[in-house]
């Protein structure tokens, strides 16, 4: 067991490197991309100067349609000015939103791949089960924490497969029904044992843990997917 837990450790903590050092690279990349267009932007005074060149080069600029002229120049150098400047804030706000947006995209990837690995390995390895203990006086199964209330079939065909878990032995629909019935296997229907494991994973009712609890082996029937050592029958 060890192995298995410093997988997952070494596991996560890669994943927290990798979220990390994306983190890092994309405010990086913004914060560079932001600092080349605040330096490439215009000076917001810099219509204001020129304006103000032209007085002072130009002081022999002295009719009344001349002064109104260099008025009308400042005045839109003014304006100038202050388009520029909400159009810093524009930009500053639009690089902070779309940093939000791509950290928090990085984020979600992240953890969908994290959650799709972990199911793969579920499906892979089947439920880690730390105790099953059946209880036939009130019929019902107690898999780790959960239980499950049975019926007496349920719970007839959970006991011939647990019993057979032990002896490490996988049983056929045709067993399964022999057992319960009391009858020869010859002259029992592997369907009947099929429909037996059928109603039990109903009646467990979570198609993960049933699925994955009660394991079908291929052309040779069925068998609980846990230790030998957790399985109690009280």
Do not use: H, W
């Amino acid at each position: 067991m060890p192995e298995p837990i410093s997988s997952v450790t070494d596991s996560l903590k890669t994943g927290n490197r990798v979220v990390a050092l994306g983190i890092g690279a994309i405010v990086l990349i913004l914060f560079g991309a932001a600092l080349f267009l605040f330096l490439n932007l215009p000076d917001a005074n810099a219509f204001n100067a020129r304006v103000e060149r032209l007085f002072v080069e130009n002081d022999n600029l002295t009719s009344g349609a001349e002064i109104k002229l260099l008025e009308i120049l400042a005045q839109s150098g003014t304006s100038f000015s202050e388009v520029l400047t909400s159009y810093r804030s524009v930009i500053f706000v639009l690089l902070v939103f779309s940093t939000a947006l791509l950290v928090a995209a990085l984020v979600f990837l992240v953890t969908i791949i994290a959650l799709n690995r972990r199911i793969s390995a579920i499906q892979r390895s089947g439920i880690q089960v730390a105790s099953l203990m059946i209880s036939r006086e009130s019929r019902a199964v107690y898999i780790n924490d959960l239980e499950f209330q049975l019926t007496e079939a349920a719970l007839e065909t959970l006991s011939v497969l647990a019993e057979a878990r032990m002896d490490d032995e996988v049983l056929s629909g045709a067993q399964i029904e022999a057992v319960i019935s009391g009858r020869a296997e010859a002259d029992c229907d592997e369907a009947a044992g099929a429909t037996r494991v059928k109603r039990l994973r109903d009646a467990l009712g979570n198609q993960l843990v049933s699925e994955l609890l009660v394991k079908t082996i291929a052309r040779r029937g069925y068998m609980l997917a846990v230790g030998k050592d957790t399985i109690r029958m009280i």
